[in-house]
């Protein structure tokens, strides 16, 4: 079981770039999401899914965007990188007990 | 709205001593509320979950109380270790259902454990 996997660990990228942030999960959770972590902000939902085909937002949706065609995965998109947008991303899976399961998280760097 | 609040930004204690960690939450009636653990450059990881209509649980060394009325979750580390150094973070659920899984987290608290 590798849990919750995200790829890649670190970006660096320029203002109005776009990328994708892979997330993983290998537990047949329905329920997915991201956050993101910022100094003395704690982390903060800005998509989620509760399941294949469903998403919905979260409290900093804008510059985002997610998509689920498979319970495994849900990947992140970032549309044009601004440099708000660094931060430190996790993507989560929710256990049947309402536990969530963390991935290692995606260091990101707008310049 | 919700605000959930960690006290402490930092805790420092001596090892073997019990650390307790407070989290308090106004605006909402949580459904439940979590505790997670959080080294450097690393995610965060479950600890425990108690739910609104209980008081209290318990797992080997830790132990978390809530208080609906006082809108407070106690968090206690007993015969504290210097490997139990981490950040705490505290998460609570409003709602039952589809967003159940929607965390509001606090800051959390660095807890430091000198030998």
């Known amino acids: 079981n590798a849990g919750v996997t995200q790829t890649p660990k670190f970006q660096v990228l320029k203002t109005g770039q776009s990328m994708t942030l892979q997330c993983a999960q290998d537990?047949?959770?329905?329920?997915m999401s991201w956050y993101r972590q910022d100094p003395g902000m704690g982390l903060r939902l800005i998509h989620y899914s509760v399941g294949a085909g469903i998403t919905d937002q979260g409290e900093v949706p804008n510059g985002y965007n997610v998509s689920r065609s498979t319970t495994e995965d849900f990947p992140l998109r970032l549309l044009s990188a601004a440099p708000s947008q660094t931060s430190v991303y996790f993507c989560a899976s929710m256990g049947w007990g309402g536990e969530q399961y963390f991935g290692p998280g995606t260091r990101l760097t707008v310049t | 709205s919700q605000k959930i609040e960690q006290n402490s930004e930092a805790l420092n204690i001596q090892e073997g001593k019990t650390a307790t960690l407070t989290c308090n939450y106004t605006n909402y009636s949580p459904a439940y509320l979590q505790w997670y653990r959080q080294d450097p450059g690393r995610g965060p990881v479950f600890l425990l979950l108690?739910?609104?209509?209980?008081k209290e649980k318990r797992k080997e060394r830790l132990k978390v109380t809530f208080d609906t009325t006082l809108k407070q979750s106690l968090f206690h580390i007993t015969a504290s270790q210097p490997a139990d150094s981490a950040t705490y973070l505290c998460a609570l659920v409003r709602d039952y259902g589809g967003s159940q899984g929607n965390l509001i987290f606090g800051k959390g608290t660095k807890l430091s454990v000198k030998p």
């Open positions: 108690i739910r609104e209509n209980e």
């Open positions: 537990m047949n959770h329905e329920y």
